[in-house]
């Protein structure tokens, strides 16, 4: 089955400094990566997510680029706030069979502090 | 749109007691899944239903936990007897039914059920 790997564990930044989380998985066929934040007793969050056919994909301060022949992505997050401080995931997922949906596999999870 | 709903949204109960917890998805959602999120980690999968059938529970620890979405829309979880490494943040999640192998749609997240066993 598919296992994804993610790092670091735990990351501070500046507030203003840029953030970086790097995920890799293992499975060829997953072409679905979406990050999620989850903040102190909450729900996990839908943030970004990538899929296979491209490359690299932004939304407002957040990025995300996929590296498929390495079978790795990473979460990019500019001009960092201390609201970005939360426990961020990654996850993959394969191609859904015909009117079906695959699990998703989370990584283990990045602590990201912002340092005002 | 409601979010998923999820009670109770804490309990403690005693190793070898039984406890179940419930969801409601996103209305419409036809897939449903059970994740147990323990304290440092990502969400495992527990269970994933499409309607009311059961698509993947290969990492469900079958002789104590057990799940049901009868009429294709709530679920419930079971686990019984409880163990101390139960310990752990229930996830339900929905997502939509996808109509073309491909596509891929966002799942998400109730609010969770925070189980303690001492």
């Known amino acids: 089955g598919e296992n994804v790997e993610q790092h670091p564990s735990t990351l501070s930044v500046q507030e203003g400094d840029s953030a970086v989380i790097k995920c890799t998985y293992s499975d060829s066929a997953s072409n679905y990566f979406p990050w999620y934040k989850q903040e102190l007793g909450k729900r996990p969050q839908l943030i970004i997510d990538i899929r296979s056919n491209v490359g690299e994909k932004k939304d407002q301060r957040i990025a995300v680029t996929l590296n498929k022949t390495a079978k790795h992505f990473s979460l990019h997050i500019t001009e960092t706030q201390p609201e970005d401080s939360a426990v961020y995931f990654c996850a993959a997922r394969r191609s859904p069979r015909f009117f079906g949906n695959e699990k998703l596999t989370f990584g283990t999870g990045t602590r990201l502090t912002i340092i005002p | 749109e409601a979010g998923v709903a999820q009670s109770p949204r804490y309990k403690i109960i005693e190793k070898r007691q039984s406890v179940a917890f419930w969801c409601n998805p996103i209305?419409?959602?036809?897939?449903l899944y059970w994740y147990q999120q323990i304290l440092g980690q990502g969400p495992k999968l527990l269970i994933q239903f499409q309607n009311n059938g059961v698509v993947d529970d290969s990492q469900l620890p079958k002789d104590r936990f057990s799940a049901e979405r009868l009429k294709g829309v709530d679920s419930t979880l079971k686990i019984q007897p409880a163990k101390l490494e139960d310990s752990a943040v229930y996830l339900c999640?929905?997502?939509?039914?996808?109509?073309?192998?491909?596509?891929?749609?966002?799942?998400?997240f109730g609010p969770g059920t925070r189980l303690t066993v001492t």
């Open positions: 999640a929905s997502s939509s039914l996808t109509g073309l192998a491909g596509m891929a749609y966002e799942q998400y």
């Open positions: 209305s419409g959602h036809a897939t």
